[in-house]
Each structure stands twice: as C-alpha cells, then as structure tokens.
C-alpha cells in the first residue's frame, strides 16, 4: 500500500501529460465518429 502513495506521488499529472493523453482520446473518439458517421451515409 505504502508502495502505491509513492507512485502515485510520483506519477503527479503534469499539464503536458494530460494534453497529451486527452489528445489521444480525442483523436481516437474523432476517428470512431467519422467511422460511424460513414457507415451512416451508406444506408
């Protein structure tokens, strides 16, 4: 448990991490929408 707080100090969000991270999702949720909204236009 004492093991957990550590790394979980250590690994502290840092702004450029949570831009970074959140551009991937965003990224990653963009191209499922342009997917679905393909699979759209064809019916």
Do not use: A, G, S, W
Request: proline share 5%; net charge positive.
């Amino acid at each position: 448990m004492k093991k957990f707080t550590v790394n979980h100090k250590k690994m502290q969000p840092q702004p450029k991490v949570l831009i970074y991270k959140f551009r991937t999702f965003f990224l990653e949720y963009t191209d499922q929408f342009l997917y679905i909204f393909k699979i759209l236009k064809k019916i």
